[in-house]
């Protein structure tokens, strides 16, 4: 069975900076897109940041943009969210999803979603 494993969460203080991480059990990933989205304490899960199989194409919420970086890892089976100058209000459990179509991960309805990785920024 496929999983995708999520890494990197954590507690800091706020203007810190993050990398989450998560890697896929199956090579056949390096040609799925993944994404990032995450879920507060009472509210619904939200789309964070994108990327297509290759890496030439992301997409960002706009709530993130210019402080948070997705890119795809070496191995192509994995990706990464680089998240800078965070706040309070990042502050939520993010979760990995993947899927073989780019818009279908953006939307939220991707196959496969990780355990999720807590993170919390303190004000």
């Known amino acids: 069975q496929v999983q995708l494993a999520e890494s990197g969460g954590g507690l800091v203080q706020a203007g810190g900076s993050l990398r989450l991480s998560c890697v896929a059990s199956a090579r056949t990933f390096t040609t799925y897109a993944m994404g990032w989205f995450r879920q507060a304490p009472g509210k619904e899960r939200e789309f964070v940041a994108a990327?297509?199989?290759?890496?030439?194409?992301?997409q960002y919420a706009d709530s993130v943009k210019g402080r948070f970086t997705i890119s795809r890892g070496n191995a192509k089976n994995s990706q990464n969210l680089q998240m800078n100058s965070l706040k309070p209000e990042d502050t939520a459990v993010y979760y990995c999803a993947a899927d073989g179509r780019f818009p279908t991960v953006v939307a939220g309805k991707g196959d496969y979603w990780g355990q999720g990785t807590q993170v919390t920024v303190s004000s």
């Open positions: 990327i297509n199989w290759s890496g030439s194409s992301t």
